[in-house]
């Protein structure tokens, strides 16, 4: 693949060749991880279990097999055995047993859609079994089995509430290490109703981002933390968020989107900022990170002024200049919107923008051994030079009214 990053700008900018392009790296994503599924296989091959994912991986169908790697629970337990500090043979063995318990139940999943209840079904300790992609359950009642589809966005984003990795707590995230409380069936539907109209408009607005997130989105987890009335008792930076991780591909999290303070243009915001992070992610997996990600020596962040990692301030730069683009585009259609969201839009694109507007090159702002590479600096200075553009336009026009 010669997917450069000034190419990978072409998919934000929507050029003509964006869906081609996005195909093109999902493709490669894909590629990396049966490749890391092959590695610990080799590593692990005088293991029975070895043997058996291999043999149960090999017995699935080609759609099995791109569910499997597409999703958050199989790219979850191959990116903690790459991440584990000391490879031992107990977490080699973990490891390849999560893989197999994960084959196994999208192919006992599969196989219910078909009318079989086979035996790992038969004996499934519990009554609800969610598939590694997150988007079908199947629920026990009076020992017969049903199947069905978890509620989502257009029957390709599931919103998942209940899988074990939605429950589970992480104690370096900024979601999942929240409680986690039960969400109403009244919650559930306005949630995802919440999410589908802001989906909705950014089609109307920018489709070539649905396209994008629709690509990049497959699930997303949600965590209730806190109940309405409750949510001045909490810590300001705990009562709504969003994030992602690569290691769980095509997969964004959100805080609390039922509450109230989450709004419309929030969850718009959070969609499209953590699709951004997953398609960077995705780039990064074949190409390798646009740069080191340690923390020992951090430049300044021109948006918040604090000290962040190289690696977070690269991502941020283009996060930021995607975000400003959507809304532009929102607040220019002819989309009527209430005027606390029409505010709220231009308050927000106002926060994207007002780092590109500093008196230096972001592009040197990196304090890094060794200097980014040509197209990153070039990537990084056409944004800057198309939002000062942008910025300039503006101001001529408000002289001009």
């Not at 079994?129 to 359950?137: A, C, K, Q, Y």
């Amino acid at each position: 693949m010669t997917l450069d990053l000034l190419r990978l700008m072409d998919i934000f900018d929507g050029r003509d060749d964006a869906a081609e392009l996005m195909a093109e790296l999902l493709d490669e994503q894909m590629a990396c991880t049966r490749a890391s599924l092959m590695s610990l296989l080799a590593t692990g091959k005088d293991r029975p279990v070895a043997d058996a994912v291999l043999s149960a991986y090999g017995r699935l169908d080609p759609v099995m097999q791109a569910r499997l790697l597409a999703s958050a629970e199989f790219g979850d337990a191959l990116a903690t055995w790459e991440e584990a500090r000391h490879k031992t043979r107990d977490e080699l063995e973990r490891a390849l047993d999560r893989l197999l318990e994960q084959i196994q139940r999208e192919d006992a999943l599969h196989r219910l859609s078909h009318g079989d209840v086979v035996a790992w079904m038969r004996d499934a300790p519990d009554d609800r079994v969610i598939s590694p992609m997150g988007d079908r359950v199947a629920i026990r009642e009076n020992g017969a089995w049903r199947l069905e589809r978890v509620p989502g966005l257009d029957g390709l984003i599931a919103v998942d509430f209940d899988s074990a990795l939605a429950r589970r707590h992480e104690p370096d995230s900024g979601t999942l290490s929240q409680p986690c409380l039960e969400v109403s069936a009244d919650e559930r539907e306005r949630i995802v109703a919440k999410l589908a109209e802001s989906l909705e408009l950014i089609d109307v607005c920018e489709p070539h981002f649905g396209l994008m997130i629709r690509s990049f989105v497959r699930r997303i987890i949600v965590r209730k933390s806190v109940e309405q009335q409750d949510v001045e008792t909490v810590d300001q930076n705990f009562r709504v968020g969003s994030e992602s991780r690569p290691q769980q591909p095509g997969t964004i999290r959100l805080l609390n989107p039922q509450l109230t303070q989450k709004s419309f243009v929030a969850c718009m915001e959070s969609m499209l900022h953590e699709c951004v992070h997953n398609v960077l992610a995705a780039y990064e997996r074949g190409h390798g990170k646009f740069m080191d990600s340690g923390v020992v020596v951090r430049p300044v962040s021109p948006w918040s002024g604090n000290p962040i990692p190289n690696h977070s301030l690269a991502h941020a730069i283009i996060v930021y200049y995607v975000c400003h683009r959507l809304f532009d585009a929102i607040l220019r259609s002819p989309v009527d919107l209430p005027a606390s969201e029409r505010a709220e839009l231009e308050r927000r694109m106002g926060d994207f923008g007002a780092g590109f507007l500093i008196g230096q090159r972001l592009a040197e702002q990196f304090l890094l051994d060794e200097p980014p590479t040509d197209d990153f600096i070039a990537a990084i200075d056409g944004m800057q030079a198309s939002m000062r553009e942008f910025y300039v336009s503006v101001d001529a026009t408000l002289e001009v009214a």
